[in-house]
């Protein structure tokens, strides 16, 4: 892909992050399921790193190395018409230099965006520090303007995920690193592990850029989160669990049943 079409693909996904529609963003783990949610009307692609490593029999959390995640996202965007953004995870390297080695992959892999968040790969519940994660973010600015392209960065923080000090102090810790890298360079700031609707509504009135929630059981709807503020809300790996909890279903019914009525019943057409 040439860099006029991946810019144009660039500035399409920043745009529809500033509708008046909220972004629902269906994450995809291989190409067979990026060409369905295209085809259901999907307006964007977003990967999921846990579902990819998941499909290579390795867990999420950088257990599988950049280059075979970008394997994977170049297959999806190859296939896709519509923007793809990667989930790149820490952004698989400690340095900003790395990091942005890391953007301009994702880039030559077709992809126009990425995830990049500030949780630690190796310490339970440790966050980077602010000034290096502002750092990494800056370098992948710089990356993608020598580039040419418009890239979208979602700057994701894992307060409130992996349940950083006290409870009372979550919000405006998540607040304060969100409005850092937004200021850093970041297009939207992704707050996973969030499904109350007061705390979301804050996240979206007081962070100074659009903001992502990840749907997870109990949260509320779209039409609900796109009244709260919310410019994006993403899936994760759950769609791919959920089709990894239907093929659980499937071997049950026909290794204990002998039925076939679970597969065929549900199959897409050749």
């Not at 580039?147 to 700057?155: H, K, S, T, Y």
């Not at 007081?206 to 809300?233: C, F, H, Q, W, Y």
């Amino acid at each position: 892909m040439n860099t006029a079409d991946l810019q144009a693909k660039a500035l399409h996904l920043d745009t529809l992050h500033h509708g008046s529609r909220i972004l629902v963003l269906a994450n995809a783990w291989d190409a067979a399921s990026a060409r369905i949610f295209e085809v259901a009307g999907s307006r964007a692609i977003g990967t999921t790193s846990a579902g990819i490593a998941n499909t290579l029999g390795r867990a999420d959390g950088q257990r599988i190395g950049r280059y075979q995640m970008l394997e994977v996202v170049k297959r999806i965007a190859n296939v896709v018409s519509i923007p793809v953004t990667a989930d790149m995870e820490a952004g698989y390297g400690d340095t900003p230099e790395a990091v942005a080695d890391t953007a301009r992959a994702v880039m030559e892999a077709g992809a126009v965006g990425m995830n990049l968040e500030d949780a630690s790969c190796t310490e339970k519940n440790v966050l980077a520090d602010i000034a290096l994660q502002i750092e990494r973010i800056k370098a992948i600015r710089e990356a993608a303007a020598t580039a040419g392209i418009a890239f979208v960065l979602n700057a994701r923080t894992d307060v409130f995920l992996r349940a950083v000090g006290e409870p009372a102090t979550r919000l405006d810790h998540a607040i304060r690193r969100a409005n850092a890298y937004r200021q850093a360079g970041a297009d939207c700031l992704f707050v996973p592990g969030v499904t109350d609707r007061e705390l979301i509504h804050r996240l979206a009135k007081d962070i100074t850029g659009p903001i992502n929630i990840l749907a997870v059981a109990g949260s509320p709807p779209v039409a609900e989160l796109e009244k709260l503020g919310v410019a994006r809300v993403s899936v994760g790996s759950g769609p791919m669990r959920a089709a990894m909890g239907f093929t659980r279903h499937v071997a049950k019914e026909l290794l204990e049943t002998g039925a076939y009525s679970a597969f065929t019943e549900r199959a897409i057409p050749f």
